[in-house]
């Protein structure tokens, strides 16, 4: 299964902040990788997350608020925006026919815009919570990241190409609606967690960011994906930025080989 599956990891910059911020009562400051991937697959090209606002850059409060952008701060090289990502392997950013966004944070969907004629794949309990909160009085709207977009709404488990090698699984808690990536080739199975677990170690320390949406349910979600690896699958988490210094990245493959 999943023969012929390609998958890069692609670097959409780093964010640093107070380490409570990651995980809950944390001493010190945390820098974290903000990932993003490509899938190239013989039936369509998919990229899971799209990374920071460009605005970020130049004008934090007005990108993501004031709140967060006290908290947040970014490390954003001209290389890092999505588009620039697939351009190092050779990907016209045109051409990308899916976006799958974890959930709606800033971090994980602000570069939906430069990917303009690709699907938008989200949970539609991710795409409800969005309409019900609005638009935010200032920082970052996540309805704006769906808007005039080809949106396919999902309820649960969705297997992207239909042959089981790309399978969205339900991840729900650190939002309502948070799915991660199931990458069934290479003769073995790759979880893309998302922020389900920041870090590869919070699937057996539990430990979570002190916001979220719900707790008790996200960790039944990192206990399905503890399941997997014990099973023998591989989960890659959000923002570990040890687990991050270990795996290839964009122009090199992580899964396949190099056209
Ligand atoms: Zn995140």
């Known amino acids: 299964m999943g ?56 004008d934090p409060d007005a990108a993501i608020g004031t709140y967060l ?67 935010p009085e200032e920082g970052f709207d996540p309805n704006a990241m769906l808007a005039g977009r080809d949106v396919k709404e999902v309820d649960g488990e969705f297997d992207l190409f239909g042959d089981g090698s790309v399978v969205l699984l339900p991840t729900y808690g650190h939002t309502a609606g948070h799915q991660s990536m199931k990458l069934a080739c290479d003769g073995g199975e790759t979880v893309l967690a998302g922020d389900c677990c920041y870090f590869h170690k919070t699937l057996t320390d539990m430990k979570l960011p002190g916001f979220g949406h719900d707790a008790e349910e996200q960790r039944r979600s990192i206990r399905r994906l503890k399941a997997m690896e014990d099973r023998g699958a591989r989960i890659i988490a959000g923002h570990d930025p040890e687990q991050w210094a270990t795996m290839p990245r964009a122009p090199q493959p992580m899964i396949g080989q190099r056209a």
């Not at 998958?7 to 903000?34: R, S």
């Not at 991937?37 to 970020?56: Q, S």
């Open 3 to 58: 023969d012929g599956v390609k998958v890069y990891a692609l670097n959409c910059g780093w964010l640093t902040a107070p380490a409570a911020a990651f995980i809950e009562g944390a001493d010190g400051t945390m820098k974290v990788p903000v990932p993003a991937y490509y899938i190239e697959h013989p039936r369509g090209r998919a990229v899971f997350d799209t990374g920071m606002p460009a605005l970020l850059r130049s």
């Open 69 to 135: 952008a006290q908290v947040f701060t970014p490390d954003m090289p001209p290389e890092a925006d999505i588009d620039k990502q697939l351009e190092l392997i050779g990907v016209d950013p045109a051409r990308i026919d899916h976006v799958i966004n974890s959930h709606l944070h800033f971090d994980h969907c602000a570069g939906n815009a430069l990917l303009p004629n690709a699907r938008i794949v989200v949970q539609k309990r991710e795409a409800e919570a969005a309409r019900e909160a609005g638009a």
